[in-house]
Each structure stands twice: as structure tokens, then as C-alpha cells.
Antibody
Framework: QVQLVESGGGVVQPGRSLRLSCEAS????????LHWVRQAPGKGLEWVAV????????YYADSVKGRFTISRDNSKNTLYLQMNSLRAEDTAVYYC???????????????WGQGTLVTVSS | IQLTQSPSSLSASVGDRVTITCRAS??????LAWYQQKPGKAPKLLIY???TLQSGVPSRFSGSGSGTDFTLTIGSLQPEDFATYYC?????????FGPGTKVDIK
């Protein structure tokens, strides 16, 4: 069965960095786009970033552009989110989610991890 | 592309028919998905391509619309349907979500 397991969350001071990981299993990792979506405490969902199946195309929300970098290692079935210059407003549960296969029709995010909490606080 | 949802919350009873609306700031064709999220859980994909039911989702859920106006309908609300519902546009990046509609028990 498809599984996505995030890790790497924790408490970090403003201005510092953190790297999240998302380990995937149960599907052919290298053929799917992958997304990061976050949710601040008590708030709605915020789309963060996406990376294409081959890692060549990446897109970001304006709120994280220039500070966050999405990447993937298809040999390790793992997705990453490098978060630099963290701010209090980046405090959220971060989810990884599976997107579309190759460049086919975008059916939405059909599998999600359980999320990892990032708290930015001094 | 900005998404708005209405209402932001609603109270309903088991068996009620519930309708949630999502409006896009510009046309997105049928590139819209709906998700259900329960407290402390990850979102669950309900509908994609505006009206196609994801595998395993009960048939009481349905979606309609295209262009800028979309609707999620729950035909007969069940106890397990009390949750927050989000729409997401898949037409272009950033693929943002609507602000959500919380459905709770009357």
C-alpha cells in the first residue's frame, strides 16, 4: 500500500534552518510529482511546493520562495524540503503528498503522509 | 488564482443534504479537487476533475461545476462526514486551497 512518512520536524529558532524528509513506499516513486502542503495551528491548508517526477521542475508558494527548496532522491524514494531563514509564521504541520504521474492529468493529491510539526520559536 | 468557499461553516443534522460552494478568481476549467479533513488527520481526496469521485469515496458525495463556480454536495449527511472541506485548484501553480468549510453537528 502507498505510504508517505514525514520526519525532521521540531522546534527551531527564527532565522535558522531545518530539513524535512518524506520517505515513500508502495508505489513507483520516480514516476510521480510530489508536493509539500502545510497547515498552521487551527488554520487551513496552504500549498507550499511541488517537484516533478524527474526533479527538473519545481514551483513554490510566494510565501516561501527564495527560502525553501524542494528536492528528491529517486534512488532513495525520498522527498525533501530544505527550509532556511525560518520565521514564526512558518510554524505548521507539514505534509508531503503524491501528485500526478509523469506529466499526465492532474487528479489532485491522492495520498498524504501523517505530517510533521515544525515550530519556529525563540 | 484565489479560491473562496461559502459558507465558512455550517451546522447540519444527520440525513441533511449539504452544499458547499467554491469560486475561483479566474477560469480553471475542471481543474478542481475537493478534500475532507478531520481533526488531527491528513486531508483525504474526495473528488477530482471537479466531478469525478475518488475510488472508495461514498456515492453520497458529488461535485459539479466548471470555469469559476464549483459545488460539493453531500446527499445525505452521515455522522462520519462532520469535518472540514477544502477545494484546491489544479489549473496552475501555485495550486492553492480554498479557506475551508467546517461542517458540524446541529
Amino acid at each position: 500500500q502507498v505510504q508517505l512518512v514525514e520526519s525532521g520536524g521540531g522546534v527551531v529558532q527564527p532565522g535558522r534552518s531545518l530539513r524535512l524528509s518524506c520517505e515513500a513506499s508502495g508505489f513507483t516513486f520516480s514516476t510521480y510529482a510530489l508536493h509539500w502542503v502545510r497547515q498552521a495551528p487551527g488554520k487551513g491548508l496552504e500549498w507550499v511546493a511541488v517537484i516533478s517526477y524527474d526533479g527538473f521542475n519545481k514551483y513554490y508558494a510566494d510565501s516561501v520562495k527564495g527560502r525553501f527548496t524542494i528536492s528528491r532522491d529517486n534512488s532513495k524514494n525520498t522527498l525533501y524540503l530544505q527550509m532556511n531563514s525560518l520565521r514564526a509564521e512558518d510554524t505548521a504541520v507539514y505534509y508531503c503528498a503524491r501528485g500526478r504521474e509523469y506529466t499526465g492529468y492532474d487528479y489532485g493529491l491522492d495520498y498524504w503522509g501523517q505530517g510533521t510539526l515544525v515550530t519556529v520559536s525563540s | 488564482i484565489q479560491l473562496t468557499q461559502s459558507p465558512s461553516s455550517l451546522s447540519a443534522s444527520v440525513g441533511d443534504r449539504v452544499t458547499i460552494t467554491c469560486r475561483a478568481s479566474q477560469g480553471i476549467g475542471s481543474y478542481l479537487a475537493w478534500y475532507q479533513q478531520k481533526p488531527g488527520k491528513a486531508p483525504k481526496l474526495l473528488i477530482y476533475a471537479a466531478s469525478t469521485l475518488q475510488s472508495g469515496v461514498p456515492s453520497r458525495f458529488s461535485g459539479s461545476g466548471s470555469g469559476t463556480d464549483f459545488t460539493l454536495t453531500i446527499g445525505s449527511l452521515q455522522p462520519e462526514d462532520f469535518a472540514t472541506y477544502y477545494c484546491q485548484q489544479l489549473n496552475s501553480y501555485p495550486q492553492g486551497f480554498g479557506p475551508g468549510t467546517k461542517v458540524d453537528i446541529k
